[in-house]
């Protein structure tokens, strides 16, 4: 099975500043990795497919780049509702597993 | 407008069984692959099973920890996916969600329910 891990666990910034993600795969798996951000007692949203695609609807502020195994989720101007948890998951073949997921708080 | 709505959970005894509904509108249910996840209290979510379209074979997947306990079925006349539970165990306490495929047999899910908790306690 491929393992995803993220980093960090967790980070803090201030409303407007930037935050990086990073999120590695065990071995490679191409450009099929999603991103979705999770707020408490809420069901996942997508935000990125494909590693760098972002869903319809998704503010332009998350981008997401990378891969083979090294990805990156970056939120470009930090806002209030960006707070929640965010979640790496391949799709590269079955099982498909999720990172353990990043909190973003704010400063 | 797009929605799924779990149903079916609650508390059940450890080895029963339960059956989760996923209730879906707003798009044609035939076209999309269909999943479940879990997310234990305070955990990460977690990837359960997978059902592809009917024109791209109906297969399904399970993640291992619930192959062989789990089955996943989908009605596409009724835009239904379902998810039998069977031998639970106390490990199996979360939140389910059900969630769409991007397409017959996409990695990535767009759209999910609200979740149904299953608690499984004695």
């Known amino acids: 099975d491929i393992q995803m891990t993220q980093s960090p666990s967790s980070v803090s910034a201030s409303v407007g500043g930037r935050v990086t993600i990073t999120c590695r795969a065990s071995q490679p798996i191409n450009t099929w990795l999603a991103w979705y951000q999770q707020k408490p007692g809420k069901a996942p949203k997508l935000l990125i497919y494909g590693a760098s695609n972002l869903q319809n609807g998704v503010p332009s502020r998350f981008s997401g780049s990378g891969s083979g195994t090294d990805f990156t989720l970056i939120i470009s101007s930090l806002q209030a509702e960006d707070v929640a948890t965010y979640y790496c998951?391949?799709?590269?073949?079955?099982?498909?597993?999720f990172g353990p997921g990043t909190k973003v708080e704010i400063k | 407008e797009v929605q799924l709505v779990e149903s079916g959970g609650g508390l059940v005894q450890p080895g029963r069984s339960l059956r989760l509904s996923c209730t879906t509108s707003g798009f044609n249910f035939g076209d999309h692959a269909m999943s479940w996840f879990r997310q234990a209290p305070g955990r990460g979510l977690e990837w359960l099973s997978f059902?592809?379209?009917?024109?791209?074979?109906?297969?399904?997947e399970y993640a291992a920890s619930v192959s062989g306990r789990f089955t996943i079925s989908r009605d596409d006349s009724k835009r239904l996916a379902y998810l039998q539970m069977n031998s639970l165990k106390t490990d199996d306490t979360a939140v389910y969600f059900c969630a769409r495929g991007a397409s017959h047999s996409s990695g990535w899910f767009d759209y999910w329910g609200q979740g149904v908790l299953v608690t499984v306690s004695s």
């Open positions: 998951q391949h799709a590269n073949n079955f099982p498909f597993t």
């Open positions: 059902i592809r379209s009917n024109p791209y074979g109906g297969t399904t």
